[in-house]
């Protein structure tokens, strides 16, 4: 799940990258001979293509798209037919882990089933999302969740079979993801329904995000446990071909119960650095996110090489390489993070009270935690990936005198232990729930990971408080107050890109429940956010305004479920013009919030909110923010059309 | 979890109810001689006292109850030590599945560790709450929201370690609960971290709500699930005192690896017609709700007995017992049901529609749906207490071609399967989410299934539209516009109380997304709301004011995410009060849209705001009602209060 790279890019003038043209795929698929010395080729020309395409997305996850490779290769070629078309009969094939998509997709263009431009696009708006979606052709459902891949296709199956229709269903999870619960509350329907034509392949590449499956939570004995839940199992290499093919023969003759291949695969396969765990490391490199340039060259060469060895030994010509651009990252200055800044705060606290536990759910160094489990590992418990559980089990170590803190990217603590955040909230013990990468940016992963509507799934829980810093120093503000301040529970809410920030909160400022402060000061309209990214556009919005003779105010008010009416009144209520912007969705959003607290309080400022109002864009970070109207000059356009026209309801 | 009666009550003047006094258990608990013997004697009371309970509060779970009775006498006065206490190296005890906690309180009285009047107070404000609240002496944690006790059980556990405290930890969970994924995704940390000091006791009664579960979704070989999780696993009838001991004894040895106790037990166990399934029936008739008064008084009749029995065969006097009042319920005089309502107009269009699918997680006769079962049984798909597996399922559905029509109680559909919800909205198919037993009431069942956060929850998953009816007639055309005039996604909230409405739609009222339609009209105060509860609330205030000259409108504002600015700035725009109802937390309801959009629109009205600002009342419909402002005296006094006074903000 561990999304790195969240720089925005320009293209370099020089091409550095290089990619398979489509010809040279189709002169392989139509080799003659030995399917699976064609397989082997195929597959390391696609891994050549998934690397060009990350490399020039800045992001995606190597890993897992180089262990899954072969047999996606091998399936899509060799064993389904039809597959993800609307023919009668055809088969069925998708990822429920989802970021090996790249793979995926470099294949449905080797295959001629997505346009080739596409290879240029990943993670660009209009382009292929990060995680897969059904917007694009031949993907058959959104993933990017872990552990709904299993359920998804007990619907499918059951469509299928309403309408009369024939095919295979094929369903790839991670090893890590059968740590969800999801995975096994699926598996006893899907084998009560004697559902055999459901097909589970296991990507067992033995590591999750950066570390391995059997430190963070291990599996145990994997084929017991499925057939103890009704699947036949099958297990074996899934870089050998051979055995691929020798498992799918096998289950074509499983008629009674749905069947599930354990593929023994390695992390990284193809490129020899990338392989799995280096000797005498703890930590897997290329989980996430680009490799720098040096590698990729070094991998490019040696998949390169490796294929034209084989096309060699088959007697055919070799492969030569197109030459795309390098894209160039912008990176900011100076920028402020405030996860790590918020993770060494809490760590120093710690440090000094030894009720402080934090926990983690295979998100370690996305939530700035790595410095706690390495100076405190006693106090650190590593989840795995089980939201549910892990927010169960913090409310039991609230129950035992502890103060947990607990810790997850916003899209899946907010949603995934919704429940189990409400149950806690009833026994009123203390707990701190860290949500990190919220908002609309970065836009690379996709709706799975951009977290827009987190403030309204948590801001009814009752005593929570929800709270997003703008700034590094906020942020300490932040766990301070939580820990210190706060009797109750707090959600705490952080946006992961780095950003320069153009503003600083006051020196003298404190936190008041319900209550913001001014950034910068001007008499004819109050901008209202929250977080980095929205006060940054804010703030620029401020400097657009300034050249046309506007003078706004820009307001920091972090508390994103309790607003003083109070503070409303005596602050909002000297604007002629108040702008909320939410990077949420407009729908209990903050924005609303403030727009209500305005009403109870009689402050009669005309009132426009921004926000999300549909599944957020996947693309780069400029492109995201502007195409939802949250960057400066999308602001600055919004307040220029009230001043000159102020609303009227349509 | 089904909850089926939901009227409030008086007491009548003479006594039919009877119960087993303090004395008669201090008198049991200190007979010499076997403890297997005197176990059984003392079970039998509790259960006396169980139905007495029940019987008392109009609700509750007998069959639940009777099943786990004898395993946690055995064990809170045999086994365990200091059980729930706060000394060193005590013992926990806590029920996961949490609705047989009838059994326990009773349990808990009898050893005189529970004040003996709350005997009389179950489900009532200031009483024992329906399902189990850590607010209660000796209740180790909050459950009721099925699956999470063996993560707390984890939390305790840890807590415990860090502490340096000792002390075994058991958890009872239900058989139908094994169904729920989160407890799959517990017991493999439990078991890698060798957390010996934890048991789970199964109380496998092998029926659910209603049914048999192997009828729902079977469990298969429970005993290799367990052991391949890593656990020990002993297997034994649940009502023998010494295989319960013997278990625990070997438990007890164990000192690498969790344990679990399989209980082979009898729903309804100990009175011979609760027993299990009647023979040729396939619906069981006492899982919850309170019996016929010929039922409590054959089924006192039967434990008296045989406890007199007993205790003539131990050389011991009988016992006699204590009277107590019966409740006389007030019934509404022609209630309107919209639940049954909507289940009949879905029945009706899925005749002539043949895509539409009805899925239900174990909540059918709650959600309208046996007709539908009955008469469509091809199209009717079970999925059992699992609302994961079953959300994403209808999203495999949908992307089938067909619309599933998916089916729980609020409080778990839009916070269990939260970001299923979500991921299936991200592919813009078409699905209907029915959630029922929304609101405050009924008050009984407690905060687990008072579902007062869910607007919050799903009110900004994107095209998701939520909607709640007010009458049956409004529940028809809220199925029928989700089904045929709703291209996205409809999220329909429903409440099951059965009332005697007071108002009804005009004739000619038609569905206007984010308008609503006045009931009555006043021209001094608009009161605005939605749903049976709030609006008749409303009613009766707008009755009450009249008394005092203010004349009311009441507004069915059945929207909940989305409000139609035009409409506000149109209609409330012409008032100098409006008054906002949310059956819902205040944070995030429908009053904050409602407000927001006034000031948007420019509406200047006074704006005042009622709904719940914490953890919700347990008790008589009536009395929760009136804790939160809701009934419609509160509503006329928040009113009055505003007339006479318009606000400023504190």
């Known amino acids: 799940m561990g999304e790195k790279d969240f720089s925005d890019r320009t293209l370099a003038a020089d091409a550095a990258l290089s990619f398979v043209p489509l010809p040279v795929f189709e002169r392989v698929r139509h080799m003659p001979g030995d399917p699976l010395a064609r397989a082997a080729v195929l597959a390391d020309l696609c891994r050549l293509n998934t690397l060009y395409m990350i490399m020039r997305a800045g992001s995606g996850h190597i890993g897992s798209s180089f262990s899954s490779t072969d047999i996606i290769t091998w399936l899509w070629t060799e064993t389904l037919t039809a597959t993800n078309s609307r023919a009668a009969g055809s088969d069925v094939y998708f990822s429920s882990k989802g970021h090996d998509a790249p793979a995926l997709y470099a294949l449905l263009i080797a295959l001629g089933k997505l346009d080739f431009d596409l290879l240029h696009k990943l993670r660009q708006i209009d382009g292929l999302p990060g995680h897969p979606d059904v917007s694009t052709p031949f993907i058959a459902t959104n993933t990017g969740s872990l552990g709904m891949g299993i359920s998804k296709a007990y619907g499918m199956a059951r469509a299928n079979r309403f309408a009369g229709r024939t095919g295979r269903i094929v369903v790839m999870t991670g090893d890590g993801e059968l740590q969800e619960g999801q995975i096994w509350e699926s598996l006893q329907p899907v084998a009560n329904e004697r559902l055999a034509e ?134 900011p200055k100076a920028p402020e993070k405030l996860v790590l800044a918020y993770g060494d705060e809490l760590l120093a606290m710690a440090r000094t009270r030894p009720e402080i536990v934090v926990m983690d759910a295979d998100l370690l160094s996305d939530c700035g935690i790595e410095a706690f489990r390495e100076a405190l590992p006693e106090r650190f418990i590593e989840c795995g990936i089980a939201e549910q559980h892990m927010v169960s089990a913090a409310g039991g170590l609230a129950l035992g005198g502890m103060i947990p803190v607990v810790h997850s990217f916003a899209c899946f603590l907010s949603t995934r232990a919704n429940e189990h955040i409400y149950n806690n909230a009833t026994e009123r013990r203390k707990i701190i729930y860290t949500a990190t990468l919220a908002g609309a940016v970065p836009g690379g992963p996709g709706h799975s990971h951009q977290s827009v509507r987190d403030i309204s799934a948590i801001g009814a829980v009752p005593g929570l408080v929800a709270f997003e810093p703008c700034s590094e120093r906020e942020a300490r503000l932040a766990i301070r107050w939580a820990l210190e301040a706060n009797d109750a529970s707090t959600y705490l809410r952080f946006v992961n890109v780095p950003l320069d920030l153009p503003y600083r909160v006051p020196d003298d400022y404190t936190l008041e429940v319900g209550r913001g402060v001014a950034l910068r000061e001007g008499a004819d309209v109050a901008i209202v956010g929250y977080g980095p990214v929205l006060l940054t556009g804010a703030w620029q919005a401020a400097d657009l305004l300034a050249a046309d003779g506007i003078k706004a105010t820009v307001i920091d008010l972090p508390w994103l479920n309790r607003i003083d009416d109070a503070w409303v009144r005596d602050v909002l209520g000297a604007f002629p013009l108040v702008v909320t912007l939410d990077n949420h969705y407009l729908e209990f959003g903050q924005g609303v919030m403030v727009a209500a607290a305005m009403a109870r309080a009689g402050v009669h400022a005309d009132v426009a909110q921004v926000g999300l109002t549909d599944i957020p864009a996947c693309g780069a970070n400029a492109d995201v923010l502007a195409h939802h109207g949250l960057d400066g000059p999308s602001i600055a356009r919004t307040v220029l059309g009230r001043v000159r026209q102020p609303a009227t309801p349509k």
Chains 1, 2 share one sequence.
Not at 307 to 329: F, H, I
Request: aromatic share 8%.
């Open 198 to 331: 459901i097909t589970v392949v296991v990507d067992h590449n033995k590591l999750q995000s950066d570390s391995a499956v059997a430190a963070v939570s291990d599996l145990g004995p994997i084929e017991d446990k499925f057939r103890a839940f009704g699947w036949e199992v099958r297990r074996g290499d899934g870089h050998d071909f051979a055995a691929i093919r020798d498992a799918f023969a096998h289950f074509a003759t499983v008629t009674d119960r749905p069947q599930v291949f354990i593929a023994d695969t390695i992390k990284g396969k193809g490129v020899s650095f990338m392989e799995g765990l280096a000797c005498g490391d703890q930590t897997y490199h290329f989980h996430a996110g680009a490799p720098s340039l040096e590698n990729y060259l070094a991998a490019t060469g040696e998949l390169l090489s490796r294929v034209n060895t084989r096309l060699e030994a088959l007697g055919q010509p070799p492969v030569e390489l197109d030459r795309g651009p390098l894209p160039v990252r912008t990176s």
